[in-house]
């Protein structure tokens, strides 16, 4: 069974930084581009960054280039996500998704149940 | 443009027909994928390619493409089919997720 667990998430001053990190088991991690998504209270699902299956290639949403750095450990089966200058508007819950496209529209077939960074003075 | 849109709310009543549209330039030439998030729950994809139903998932969710419209049918809708209902494809590249606003369905 697939797995994915986030933990890391807390409370926050605002400039301050954070690392999360999402165990993966169920699965072979190291064959999967791997994702964090976020979701504000109340709000919609937001796609934050990705990184390719053997860590080569990063991506990110453009509000936190230059702020966030996703990385993962595929000897440790983990993903994580680095954050610094957080802001508010960077709370969230975070989840970490999997996905397994190999060619096409990039998706998530297994989600976290999530981890929840809250930015606050 | 790269944007979806879809309904804010759809609602309905038990044993009726849900259909939920998401709407895109690019969705011609991208999939749409469809996942269901119930309160306090992880997001669950329900239909991936626009038309196709992962294994679990109930026979009463569908899935149908015309044009620059997808739209997810949930049939016979039951009260557990009450959730926030979100559409997925790519950007304009067709490298990075773009979600829509997400569709509340409320069973009456």
């Known amino acids: 069974e697939v797995q994915l667990v986030e933990s890391g998430g807390g409370l926050v001053q605002p400039g301050g930084s954070l690392r999360l990190s999402c165990t993966a088991s169920g699965f072979t991690f190291r064959d999967y581009w791997m994702s964090w998504v976020r979701q504000a209270p109340g709000k919609g699902l937001e796609w934050v960054a990705n990184?390719?299956?053997?860590?080569?290639?990063?991506f990110y949403v453009d509000s936190v280039k230059g702020r966030f750095t996703i990385s993962r450990d595929n000897a440790k089966n983990t993903l994580y996500l680095q954050m610094s200058g957080l802001r508010a508007e960077d709370t969230a819950l975070y989840y970490c998704?999997?996905?397994?496209?190999?060619?096409?529209?990039?998706?998530?077939?297994?989600w976290g149940p999530g981890t929840l960074v809250t930015v606050s003075s | 443009s790269d944007e979806l849109t879809q309904p804010p709310s759809v609602s309905v009543s038990p044993g009726q027909t849900a259909r939920i549209t998401c709407s895109g330039e690019?969705?011609?030439?991208?999939?749409v994928y469809w996942y269901q998030q119930k309160p306090g729950q992880a997001p669950v994809l329900v239909i991936y390619k626009d038309t196709e139903r992962p294994s679990g998932i109930p026979e009463r969710f569908s899935g149908s493409s015309s044009g620059t419209t997808v739209t997810l049918t949930i049939s016979g809708v039951q009260a557990e089919d009450e959730a926030d209902y979100y559409c997925q494809s790519g950007d304009i590249s067709g490298s990075y997720y773009v979600f829509g606003i997400g569709t509340k369905v409320t069973v009456l």
């Open positions: 998704a999997r996905d397994p496209t190999v060619f096409g529209v990039p998706h998530f077939d297994h």
């Open positions: 990184i390719k299956r053997d860590g080569s290639d990063k």
């Open positions: 690019a969705l011609p030439r991208q999939h």
